[in-house]
């Protein structure tokens, strides 16, 4: 098993996107599930794609299916926090990009939860592989910088 | 069958709350699926319960259990689009209040979706019904004029 | 306020799905959340619409969408516990179905929560009102003998 | 990055769970979304631990919060498909357990989607990090042999 990996800070991130979390987020436990944490990478990436790449989900023929995931969990936050989701381009490929989501509480320094998030581009139709639009790869030049 | 309510306006409606949606609430059919308006439903009174009205979840001896809920949809919206909440008590009893919730679009004048939502509130130990605690009421007094 | 109906018993479902719940249904106070009922309820009516009545709703022209829904809440359950879902039809119209689900835990002769849940049948290119497909009315006649 | 793992087939795995997907797990593609591949896990892992070791979520000093988890998506499946989860021990430490949970169409001799989620044992009161209770324990012994 490889070292597990300790918060990040926000400066590493170039986009941040506000997310409400909602009461069926908390589990018995009284914390916001780990489950949840998916839904929220989900969403700050896509709202990344569609927003700032032109994406539409319901007629493009090119579009992200997720090929792996991961996350790791450091602090229990619970609803009815706000979170601030911050993403980072680990990885770009001609027909995949990795995400790097981190997730803060509203007023921490450190993320609670970060998540990796790979994106694979595939034709709808087909099924087969795709390069990546356009449109998102210059939103990706826009927003982020090389690492 | 009773005639079915039209959308509202948002004039009605004495509190609100944003919420963004998610990627996850669109269904197969590119719309947020009906059911994820009742997730946005118990945040959004949860909410109110919980920063207005002091309801500590995990470990106050009263809370409110879900008795029963309806909703009417009247037009599709989409993630990612921010939605409004708007609250307003249809009834308030010694033991129970039933909430209506109205859903807006970010720029609509009328409601997508009009649900309700009975809280009764409940002894977590005993199970037995318990009166409204009083915080809340003074909460629900404060913002909300009797109907 | 109408009066609020009772536990329904296991007699008036025509068709019966098993369902597993999941950890994430469960919420802060350790039982089903009111919402994970919702969608029981859209599981189970897709799937007798799928299975019995040949709806495919990646390609269909003419799909349903839920325009009103409603629970009543009778008695709390947990996960783990595997649930039956009971369906019944309440209103058979041209282009609309209303159905009764009734959710009954285990070894539980009346319902924990009874639904009703109401599909218009749409055309999905135009978003017109369409007569319900005949492969689904012929699923119903089957199935459900008339109220 | 390391290489990818490629699906499982069904014999590495000791113990299976059926589980019915939801209409509201496919997504905007028709699929089961990414994220509830991670509702699935959890509910597996969590099932073992209540019917076998025993844990009981609202009343035990000591439970497993998850702190990692991942997964790899190799093909899609949609609802009403009914799934399989099959369960392997990766990592059985003193305080922690790291799964390995293969998910399979009904029909399919690999799995469509394997994911990891690491539960480390903690007391609920303190947040302190815990062994494993013996209970737990003696039931990953039983059904689980050492790899």
């Not at 792996?68 to 770009?92: D, Q």
């Not at 990796?116 to 709808?124: E, G, L, Q, S, W």
Request: proline share 5%; glycine share 8%.
């Amino acid at each position: 098993m490889s070292a597990r990996p300790g918060p990040a800070d926000r400066d590493g991130y170039a986009v941040f996107y506000n997310l409400e979390s909602r009461w069926a987020d908390n589990d018995i436990y009284g914390h916001i599930n780990n489950v949840a944490y998916y839904a929220y990478f989900d969403s700050a990436v896509n709202r990344f794609l569609i927003e700032e790449g032109g994406l539409a989900p319901t007629t493009d023929a090119v579009v992200g299916y997720v090929v792996s995931s991961s996350a790791n969990y450091f602090s229990p936050v619970s609803y009815p926090e706000t979170l601030s989701l911050g993403l980072k381009i680990l990885r770009l490929g001609d027909r995949s990009v990795t995400w790097e989501v981190g997730v803060f509480a509203s007023q921490a320094a450190h993320s609670c939860v970060t998540g990796t998030f790979t994106h694979a581009f595939v034709d709808r139709l087909t099924g087969r592989s795709a390069a990546i639009p356009c449109s998102i790869r210059e939103a990706i030049a826009k927003h982020f910088t090389p690492g």
